[in-house]
T-cell receptor
Framework: DTEVTQTPKHLVMGMTNKKSLKCEQH?????MYWYKQKAKKPPELMFV???????INESVPSRFSPECPNSSLLNLHLHALQPEDSALYLC?????????????FGPGTRLTVT | AQTVTQSQPEMSVQEAETVTLSCTYD???????LFWYKQPPSRQMILVIR??????QNATENRFSVNFQKAAKSFSLKISDSQLGDTAMYFC????????????FGTGTRLKVLA
């Protein structure tokens, strides 16, 4: 199973709402990533978890709050977002180690902030 | 800091023809990894091919092959016998191990395969 799943596929939320994005993988990967992608642009890294601990935060605003409850699951909690936060949010996972392990991406959640 | 440049924002190719997408990068590292990812209009990113910098042999994966020129810091992707399903955005990515697990992506090349 080389699949990363993400729910929901689409999300529309107001600026005062609280919502969460979910990502799941069952490949035994111990690194998980959140990316933000605007149209026709490359993904921008937001967070990296390794061994369920936050290892990289790319200076993301606190209205985005990641959580890694276990080695298979990654959440992104959203609160008080701005319209400019509308984007495709991608989750990815990879092995950890000294090799250059490729990342497996999920299909993404299309987020619209109104 | 590492940078990755894809100088061709858009390209098109006739079905069954061959096309080459270019990627150059800048790094002072000797050991690193390079990847090509494909993102079709359905938006899921898929790994096309990877190259380890310490390997001189160019990676191949069916119709996809790379021309890795380490001294020139060039990593181009050749797609042979192009198919309509190859229509996608292609991203070149650089990763410096170990420990960072961060990709540096290029800006992407939008490839359209014409029937």
């Amino acid at each position: 199973d080389t699949e990363v799943t993400q729910t929901p596929k689409h999300l529309v939320m107001g600026m005062t709402n609280k919502k969460s994005l979910k990502c799941e993988q069952h490949m035994g990967h111990r690194a998980m990533y959140w990316y933000k992608q605007k149209a026709k642009k490359p993904p921008e890294l937001m967070f990296v978890y390794s061994y369920e601990k936050l290892s990289i935060n790319e200076s993301v605003p606190s209205r985005f709050s990641p959580e890694c409850p276990n080695s298979s699951l990654l959440n992104l909690h959203l609160h008080a977002l701005q319209p400019e936060d509308s984007a495709l949010y991608l989750c990815a996972s990879s092995r950890l180690g000294r090799g250059g392990y490729e990342q497996y991406f999920g299909p993404g959640t299309r987020l619209t902030v109104t | 800091a590492q940078t990755v440049t894809q100088s061709q924002p858009e390209m098109s190719v006739q079905e069954a023809e061959t096309v080459t997408l270019s990627c150059t990068y800048d790094t002072s590292e000797n050991n690193y990894y390079l990847f090509w990812y494909k993102q079709p209009p359905s938006r899921q990113m898929i790994l096309v091919i990877r190259q380890e910098a310490y390997k001189q042999q160019n990676a191949t994966e069916n119709r996809f092959s790379v021309n890795f020129q380490k001294a020139a810091k060039s990593f181009s992707l050749k797609i042979s016998d192009s198919q309509l399903g190859d229509t996608a955005m292609y991203f070149c990515a650089f990763m410096k191990p170990p420990g960072t697990y961060k990709y540096i992506f290029g800006t992407g090349t939008r490839l359209k395969v014409l029937a």
